[in-house]
């Protein structure tokens, strides 16, 4: 068990690409402090509520249902879940935990407390005075957890919005899907700024002035350490030769001994061209975000300014940048339906307050019909989902019988 004085860690968090994971080892590091690959399980904010027994019930109710069920995104945002992402099952062995001793755990924790020394554990924290636990979307429990108990403390990693961008995009994400990951999560983490116990930390001093980052970092967790040379931190981490997580971080030009580099922090400049900065930059929210968030509604270059970027006015064509709307499908963003596992794009929307109103309109109805087309063809995807779902559970029912068969078999032959 950790020591009492630690009894709550400290959840790490923030958008993806971000600068989280470097920040994690740097934790590690720390002489004290236990800093592990991320796990997901306390980025659920009915977990941090008065009724822990009924959160923890419905949470394993929903690790138990097939893959297509688990992300159902609005859904879970509503019951107070993560809304994209359950649990990280890949690292659990970094813990010595898998899923079905974390089920056994979460059955039988009495409250978040009991949760937290179960998953981690004496013989993973050893003598660590501290415990702290990254995973990014951490952020949508920040608040809750705040609120749970007066000694809980979070920490937000934040970026350059089109350095995040540029590096989502590099891994796979369009940029309308990028654009509003960054959005949503910073537009969260933004409510935490003023909070005493919340502690915001710019990537681009994290890699620029890494070790003051970890001196206000100290002072911040009231720890009471030397500490190490540059060139030493994230060697002193426990998890450089272990957790695969960290061998492909640019950050350490792929291997985490090397020294920290700046030389990501203006990447985006060579990968971005003027009118998808232009498309960020001019990137908003939609009304829907405040009604299931409950937070004010910002643009994307406020939000930024919140954190102290400044996105310029960009040169490019009208023509050029309705032409970027329509490929990303940005025409009639609020009339859009979306498949219930679409989360962060269902808020996204474009400032077109200084485009001609007629040929927005034209394109408006244009993209209608293809919104119908696309609606029919999400409602059959519904249906066919829905028919897994019952042969699923079907599938499920057989596998009980058979193992109560074999059961009875085993017993009649002893």
Not at 31 to 52: M, Q, R, T
Not at 54 to 79: D, F, G, P, T
Request: net charge neutral; with cysteine.
């Amino acid at each position: 068990m950790m020591k009492k004085k630690f009894s709550l860690p400290v959840l790490v968090g923030g958008p993806p690409s971000s600068g989280t994971t470097l920040f994690s080892v740097l934790l590690d590091s720390i002489p004290g402090v236990f800093c592990g690959p991320e796990l997901g399980i306390f980025s659920h904010a009915c977990l941090y509520s008065s009724n822990f027994h009924r959160s923890a019930e419905n949470y394993l109710a929903k690790l138990s249902r097939c893959e297509w069920q688990k992300n159902n995104a609005i859904e879970n945002l509503k019951e107070g879940y993560c809304p994209y992402s359950l649990i990280d099952e890949g690292n659990l062995s970094y813990y010595n935990q898998n899923s079905e001793k974390i089920k056994n755990i979460l059955k039988h924790s009495s409250s978040i407390e009991c949760l937290f020394e179960h998953v981690f554990s004496a013989e993973i924290v050893k003598d660590s005075c501290l415990v702290a636990e990254k995973t990014p979307s951490n952020l949508y429990a920040f608040k809750s957890y705040l609120d749970y108990n007066d000694q809980a403390k979070v920490i937000v990693l934040i970026r350059d919005p089109r350095a995040t961008i540029s590096s989502l995009i590099r891994r796979g994400f369009s940029l309308r899907r990028a654009t509003a990951i960054w959005l949503v999560e910073a537009s969260v983490c933004a409510e935490l700024l003023p909070h005493p116990r919340a502690l915001c930390i710019r990537y681009e001093d994290l890699v620029g002035d890494t070790r003051a980052v970890l001196s206000n970092l100290k002072r911040f967790l009231k720890i009471k350490v030397p500490l190490l040379d540059r060139d030493k931190i994230s060697l002193n981490s426990k998890r450089v030769n272990l957790d695969p997580s960290i061998k492909s971080l640019s950050t350490w030009n792929l291997n985490p001994a090397d020294e920290i580099s700046t030389k990501a922090v203006e990447d985006w400049k060579s990968r971005l061209n003027d009118v998808q900065l232009g498309f960020i930059r001019d990137a908003k929210m939609l009304r829907r975000f405040s009604e299931d968030f409950s937070l004010p509604l910002k643009s994307l270059k406020d939000i930024a300014h919140i954190y102290g970027y400044d996105l310029p006015e960009v040169s490019c064509s009208q023509e050029s940048m309705l032409e970027l709307l329509i490929e990303q499908d940005m025409i009639c963003s609020e009339d859009q339906v979306y498949d219930d596992q679409i989360f962060h794009e269902r808020y996204l929307d474009f400032d077109l307050t200084n485009y001609d109103p007629k040929i927005v309109g034209l394109l408006r109805r244009i993209n209608f019909k293809h919104s119908e087309n696309n609606n029919n063809r999400l409602n059959e995807l519904r249906s066919l989902r829905e028919a897994c779902c019952y042969w699923y559970a079907e599938h499920q029912k057989l596998n009980i019988k058979h193992n109560d068969l074999a059961a009875s078999i085993e017993r009649m032959s002893r």
